[in-house]
């Protein structure tokens, strides 16, 4: 598992090797506020060959949503 960083939130990846040997990732959100605590877990949709490709394509979709919620109140 990896957890990074984007806009004062959490992501972690969970990434895994498929048996026709291409990688998935889902990711779960993790935000901490003044006024709330919460995670959203998601399934990025897009296959890869390879386990860098699929963590970052699973922190663009993280951090785009993220970027989307606006910040943490």
């Not at 598992?1 to 992501?11: D, E, F, I, K, Y």
């Not at 860098?52 to 989307?68: L, N």
Request: proline residues 4%.
């Amino acid at each position: 598992m990896t957890a990074l960083s984007h806009n004062g939130r959490w992501v972690t990846l969970r990434s895994g090797r498929q048996p026709n040997g291409t990688w998935v990732c889902g990711y779960t959100i993790l935000e901490s506020g003044p006024t709330r605590s919460s995670s959203r877990k998601q399934r990025h949709q897009e296959i890869f060959s390879t386990r860098e490709a699929v963590e970052a394509g699973a922190f663009e979709a993280a951090q785009s949503e993220i970027d989307a919620c606006g910040p943490l109140i």
